[in-house]
């Protein structure tokens, strides 16, 4: 079995700074695309940011600029460090990694999310 466990949400003032990450633990050999996801109340989840093994990035439009993903493969960590947040950036945020087993099956895993709150 494989546990994504996410941490670093708060409470933070617009124009403030939060560093969310993400552990993957469990019987990994090796894991491939890693990412955020984030859901506003009463909305779907939507990509936030993902990163490949290679260490190629891709942002949703609003989160550019703002935003950066990066990981530690050796760790099977992921990150997130959001800069310049604004009030709509508030939402639970979802950790996501492509990981393949010990035994070779290859699937998708999610955090529980961590809540990230920007006030005005």
């Known amino acids: 079995q494989v546990q994504l466990v996410e941490s670093g949400g708060g409470l933070v003032q617009a124009g403030g700074s939060l560093r969310l990450s993400c552990a993957a633990l469990?019987?990994?050999?090796?894991?491939?695309?890693m990412g955020w996801y984030g859901q506003a109340p009463g909305n779907q989840r939507e990509l936030v940011a993902v990163i490949t093994s290679d260490g190629i990035t891709n942002y949703a439009d609003s989160m550019t600029g703002r935003f950066t993903v990066s990981r530690d493969s050796g760790k099977n960590m992921v990150y997130l460090q959001m800069n310049k947040l604004k009030p709509e950036d508030t939402a639970v945020y979802y950790c996501?990694?492509?990981?393949?087993?010990?035994?070779?099956?290859?699937?998708?895993?999610w955090g529980k999310g961590t809540l990230v709150t920007v006030s005005s």
């Open positions: 996501t990694v492509n990981v393949r087993i010990v035994g070779g099956l290859r699937m998708d895993y």
């Open positions: 469990g019987r990994i050999s090796s894991t491939n695309a």
